[in-house]
């Protein structure tokens, strides 16, 4: 028997884990998307670290990323550079 523990792709974020199972099974919910999977699939260390729970729709991988989340990265993109001006013209000054 092996110690281990579980929790979710965002408790998992801005961590590397050695040895990481991961399943990315379609939720019963159907809330899985391409930021979990990545999220998910990135925490590890490298390929060989990652064990794969079970087969899954590789169709995820293809799929679009929701307008919403797209619509937010577009905001923040826009947030960045206002930010990045406003210091410019603030060191200017």
């Keep these: 028997m092996t110690c281990a ?10 961590q590397t884990i050695h040895h990481v199972l991961v399943d990315i099974a379609k939720l019963p919910t159907g809330g899985l998307n391409l930021f979990n ?6 925490r590890s260390s ?4 990652i064990c794969l729970l079970r087969d899954f ?13 797209l619509a937010e990265d577009d905001h923040l993109a826009i947030l960045d550079k206002q930010n ?3 210091w410019f013209r603030l060191r200017a000054a």
Excluded: I, P
Aim: hydrophobic share 40%; proline share 0%.
């Design 46 to 49: 490298g390929r060989d670290a």
């Design 5 to 14: 523990y579980a929790f979710t792709d965002y408790c998992s974020q801005g």
């Design 37 to 42: 999977l990545y999220v998910a699939l990135s």
């Design 84 to 86: 990045k001006q406003w």
């Design 57 to 69: 729709n590789e169709k995820m991988f293809l799929a679009c990323h929701l307008t919403d989340l």
